[in-house]
Structures are given as C-alpha cells and as structure tokens.
C-alpha cells in the first residue's frame, strides 16, 4: 500500500468491472503505455499505481475480479475513502454490462456517508462500431442508466485507438474538492491520439 510520503494533496480511486472488459488496457492507456492486443489478463487481487499530476497524488487502483464478486469485500471496506469509482463494461458483452450495473447498486448500497462519491461508467471497445453487429449494449440504454444513478456518468471509449482516453486524463487533473462530474458531457465522436510517454505527470507502478 502506498503511502503519502509529500505535501501532495492524495486521492483513492478504484478501476472495477467484469473479466476481460478492459481495466488493464485502460490503466495503460491512462499511462501512456502503448496497448496490447495480447494482454493476460490480470489474477484476482489488487494493482496499484501511483498518478502524480500538478501537485496532486492520486492512487489508482485497478480491482480484478472473475465475475463474481470475489474481491467486492477489499471495495466495501474502503468505500467511505474513495473519491471516484471507475465502473468498465465491454460494449461487445451484455453480460458485462449487467454485471457492471451489478457492481454499481453494490456501491450505492454499501454507502454511508461518502454519499458524494462520483462513478464514471465506461463502455469500452468503441473500435467495434464500424462493425455494428459486434456491438451489444446500446449508447442510448447505458445512457440512460447512468443519468438515473446519482454522481454517475457515462462515456464510451477505446483503450485500443485512444477515443475518449483524455476525458479522464482531464478529469484527474482537475481533481479538487468540488465535483467533477458534468452530467452533460458529450461523447467525443473523434479520435484521441495517445503520446508513448505520459505528458500529465509522472507514475510508479507499485
């Protein structure tokens, strides 16, 4: 476990979601590493970085799981010190999307007073649309679920071409006290393209 060891403002954030959805690619992404198509994907347990952006901390913690909530415990007991939950779902798979949404009312219903904690659901694989018979969920349903959860937005991205990637590189560089979320933010249609080293700040792999 990483501890604060500088005059850096910290924050916690979580990365969950189903097997195989993205997590990894995604944190990757995040990181400026380029994707791999041949990733394993990661055994059950926890995954730490450290994001350092301006003079802020933020450690990131990617929460692998198999599907059946093996490792929901280690969320629940650190529930009231997140600030952001990062809730991924392949946009291929409905059943990670279900899952996904499973993982959301375990959050919300495992809550006491952290009540202003922000969720960012996120469908990944949005390379697959130019073939639309991949794609399983539709943008206008996961919309829709997400405008009807409190402190949750929804966006699509693909950790594979870099879509979207810098709306969270954005969101945790503007990190403060006060919310982040805009409940009416649209979805880039165009592609981000990601440098090979992380322009934002420098991380630890832990």
Same mark, same amino acid.
């Given at each position: 476990?990483?501890?604060?060891?500088?005059?850096?403002?910290?924050?916690?954030?979580?990365?969950?979601?189903?097997? @195989?959805? @993205?997590?990894?690619?995604?944190?990757?992404?995040?990181?400026?590493?380029?994707?791999?198509?041949?990733?394993?994907?990661?055994?059950?347990?926890?995954?730490?970085? *450290?994001?350092?952006?301006?003079?802020?901390?933020?450690?990131?913690?990617?929460?692998?799981?198999?599907?059946?909530?093996?490792?929901?415990?280690?969320?629940?007991?650190?529930?009231?010190?997140?600030?952001?939950?990062?809730?991924?779902?392949?946009?291929?798979?409905?059943?990670?999307?279900?899952?996904?949404?499973? *993982?959301?009312?375990?959050?919300?219903?495992?809550?006491?007073?952290?009540?202003?904690?922000?969720?960012?659901?996120?469908?990944? %694989?949005?390379?697959?649309?130019?073939?639309?018979?991949?794609?399983?969920?539709?943008?206008?349903?996961?919309?829709?679920?997400?405008?009807?959860?409190?402190?949750?937005?929804?966006?699509?991205?693909?950790? %594979?071409? @870099?879509?979207?990637?810098?709306?969270?590189?954005?969101?945790?560089?503007?990190?403060?006290?006060? %919310?982040?979320?805009?409940?009416?933010?649209?979805?880039?249609?165009?592609?981000?393209?990601?440098?090979?080293?992380?322009?934002? @700040?420098?991380?630890?792999?832990?």
């Amino acid at each position: 476990m990483y501890k604060n060891k500088s005059n850096c403002h910290q924050r916690t954030i979580y990365i969950v979601g189903g097997r @195989g959805v @993205g997590k990894t690619s995604l944190l990757n992404a995040l990181l400026g590493i380029k994707f791999n198509e041949d990733i394993n994907h990661s055994k059950i347990g926890i995954n730490q970085t *450290l994001y350092k952006v301006d003079n802020k901390e933020i450690i990131i913690n990617e929460l692998t799981d198999d599907d059946n909530f093996s490792n929901t415990n280690i969320l629940k007991n650190q529930l009231e010190e997140i600030f952001l939950i990062i809730v991924v779902f392949s946009l291929d798979d409905e059943d990670s999307f279900e899952y996904a949404k499973s *993982l959301i009312l375990f959050i919300k219903s495992n809550l006491t007073y952290n009540l202003g904690m922000q969720i960012l659901l996120f469908g990944n %694989k949005y390379d697959l649309k130019k073939n639309d018979s991949k794609i399983k969920v539709n943008h206008k349903e996961a919309k829709h679920y997400a405008s009807e959860i409190e402190n949750c937005s929804y966006y699509e991205l693909s950790c %594979k071409t @870099g879509l979207n990637i810098d709306i969270l590189q954005g969101l945790l560089s503007d990190i403060n006290e006060s %919310k982040i979320i805009d409940k009416d933010e649209n979805v880039i249609e165009d592609s981000v393209s990601l440098n090979n080293e992380n322009e934002s @700040g420098s991380c630890i792999i832990i």
